[in-house]
């Protein structure tokens, strides 16, 4: 890195004794040669850098035009129960990939999901009907499932690396010991080298330092009904599968939460308003106000547990 730097220092001062010696203003040419070097640099940049956007205006625009296609994405969960919201959300990435991939008239590539056994024996196993419901293929998507987490971690630098795959999904529980910043790190090289994502599913961890380009925090949001022809909600039914996202990680000083609707049908996310109620009208309070205040004739501390006795004692 020091060399092309001096080399560069070099090239500046003889050109600024060219332009003495031809009679022009050195330091304009100088802010000149600066200019055209960082608009070169910021066009290679953003010409090398592979994008899938989400087609969500200001998510787009937290997440510098979309995820990275050639990095790490990581989404994890605060609870085990809400695994299905960190899972789903990595899912629906993977099908918004094959359905970029179609629409540029290009051969779908098959998905591949990577878990140890610890995150299974709490979250499950992806169902072949439930992912073609919604919107993968099962013809293109495989699983595995190694017994150690070197392995799952061996494993998922191959497939990144291979290149075969669309995607590399890694499922991984809490923050163990093992999958560290070294580790994050090396996948990061692997999928920069053959510019393939990879999908880093933390359930039920903490924030902690990775190579991951964005980080979100998935959690279930509750789903509308289902809308009719006629614009009127089909009573008692469940609609699209929402999420609320919250993007930890980025360029952005605060952060930032998101309410997504995914369509399994069209393959793409949708924005929810937070005003939103899901419950149909007449599912819905007809004067909303102020709760009633608590009794105050309730006792002022809990009853001590103990054990209790059904019947007297006869000895």
């Known amino acids: ?3 092309p730097a001096v080399a560069r220092e070099r090239l500046f001062a003889l050109r600024e004794t060219i332009a003495k010696l031809e009679g022009k203003p050195a330091p304009a ?6 200019q055209a070097l960082a608009e070169s640099g910021l066009a290679a940049k953003n010409e090398g850098v592979l994008r899938l956007p989400l087609k969500i205006p200001a998510l787009d625009e937290a997440i510098d035009g979309g995820l990275p296609l050639d990095g790490i994405t990581e989404v994890r969960s605060d609870l085990l129960r809400e695994a299905g919201a960190g899972s789903g959300f990595v899912l629906a990435l993977a099908a918004t990939l094959q359905r970029q991939a179609e629409d540029n008239q290009n051969a779908s590539l098959p998905v591949l999901w990577i878990a140890d056994t610890v995150s299974t024996m709490e979250a499950g196993e992806p169902y072949a009907v439930g992912l073609r419901d919604f919107g993968l293929k099962p013809d293109l998507f495989f699983y595995a499932s190694p017994r150690k987490l070197e392995d799952a971690l061996w494993l998922a630098e191959a497939a990144v690396e291979s290149g075969v795959f669309a995607a590399t999904i890694l499922e991984v529980r809490g923050n163990p010991k093992l999958f560290g910043l070294t580790e994050s790190r090396r996948l990061s090289l692997r999928a920069k080298a053959s510019r393939r994502p990879l ?17 979100f925090l998935a959690a279930p949001a509750p789903a509308q009904a289902r809308p009719l022809p006629d614009g009127t909600m089909l009573g008692g039914s469940i609609g699209n599968p929402a999420f609320h996202l919250t993007l930890e990680k980025s360029r952005n000083p605060a952060l930032l939460s998101f309410l997504l609707e995914w369509n399994p049908h069209d393959r793409r996310f949708f924005a929810v308003s937070r005003s939103a109620d899901p419950r149909l009208p007449d599912e819905r309070a007809a004067h ?11 006792p002022d501390r809990k009853k001590e547990m103990g054990s209790l006795l059904a019947f007297a004692r006869t000895s």
């Open 29 to 34: 040419l100088a802010a000149a040669e600066s």
């Open 1 to 3: 890195m020091a060399q």
């Open 288 to 298: 909303s106000g102020a709760p009633f205040s608590a009794s105050p004739d309730r």
């Open 199 to 215: 999908f880093l599913l933390r359930q039920a961890g903490e924030e902690e330092a990775s190579s991951a380009c964005f980080r």
